[in-house]
């Protein structure tokens, strides 16, 4: 047993104000949402106008990491000192009520608020790009080329701190006035979960390998196997 | 057969720049991807500062529709003439190439910018909010109880011109340096599909209906059945 670890104490942005009971402070749910995450979707002002853009990352302990071409806009801007909304959202389930009116989705989201900054020091890149890749695919970078000195200095990396994050979870069956279960409708969660479908082999690996996948392949779910 | 539809030209922020091959244009691979996501992520700047806030849509036409409580800050802050950038993200697959740096996903994404408008009138309100139920499971609102007028003004619904939409779209297998397929390394795609699990009823729905689910909940998938 660990002791549980404190929780967050949210600002006055990640204070959920809708809704409030859904509202997760604690750095564990926090953590788990972000990875089990495959893409965020990063928020910042460019000249007073909004921009979202869906990327890939990875958390090493108390950071998100973020990475792309040297010249990517939306990362250019935040290493640039453009301040970021990131959230990442993981819809669990359509929630069917019997009134159009109490349809919802079951979720969890994160959001975050942070200034990002450039990661130069290049083993902290290589150790970005490869969380990275083995957040998408874990134990995938044991079957890859690591990233090359050229390769890093052609990426740019940025580091989020999770400082000012907020998590928000719905769960649990529709919400109903209590006339409506006099009606004839059906009312219930249909779960959704993001499904792997048979790997395909490009074909290369085809010719050498036939129908054999790696298993860091073909054990790859989400939400993580313990 | 019908004439294909005028491509939208693209603005200075909807061209894409980054990897400018996966840019699209057409009106019906906008409208295809918006069809098929479930959540969009709703990005805008308030007093300077960016916020992304996910939320369910719906499509109607050449206009997305949001809705929410009266008092949601995001929507209304778009009602209230705040510019937004709203993204559709699809993950089709995780793209599994021989070196780190050429990891990617297969996904199908839109990014539109607009400024929204409250809708005030009831018949469009209404629906707008139908068409919602709609596209979270198509045929469902012929299972529940419509809003009522009161369910109607406790709800903030805002339209969203497509005027300023492109979509970036990345399919097939990983690119590779050359020398790199000489690795003794697997390359491929694992594809990601959002899939239903079995419905659970909750407990009125079990008394009064046992296992029997309606049709448009045990036919639901993603994407949408032609």
């Known amino acids: 047993m660990t002791a549980p670890e404190p929780a967050m104490p949210p600002s006055d942005r990640t204070r959920v104000r809708r809704l409030a009971e859904r509202g997760r402070y604690d750095r564990a749910t926090v953590r788990a949402i972000l990875d089990e995450g495959l893409i965020c979707h990063v928020g910042f002002a460019h000249e007073g106008r909004p921009w979202v853009f869906p990327t890939a990352y990875a958390r090493i302990g108390e950071h998100l990491y973020l990475h792309g071409a040297n010249a990517n806009f939306a990362l250019r801007s935040l290493a640039d000192g453009a301040e970021a909304c990131i959230t990442v959202t993981l819809v669990d389930g359509l929630v069917l009520s019997r ?86 409708h059906w009312g219930g969660v249909l779960p959704l979960t993001l499904t792997a479908g048979e790997p395909v082999p490009d074909d290369e690996a085809r010719a050498r390998f036939g129908t054999a996948v790696p298993a860091h392949v073909t054990r790859w779910s989400r939400p993580l196997a313990p």
Do not use: Q
């Not at 020091?121 to 050229?150: F, S, Y």
């Open 99 to 184: 009134s159009a009116f109490h349809h919802s989705m079951n979720y969890r989201s994160v959001m975050l608020f942070a200034c990002a900054e450039e990661v130069r020091d290049a083993e902290e890149k290589r150790a970005a790009v490869l969380a990275i890749v083995d957040h998408m695919v874990p134990g995938r970078t044991d079957g890859t080329r690591a990233p090359t000195d050229a390769e890093l200095r052609k990426t740019l990396v940025v580091r989020v701190p999770l400082d000012e994050a907020s998590a928000k979870v719905r769960t649990g069956p529709p919400v109903e006035d209590e006339e409506d279960f006099a009606l004839d």
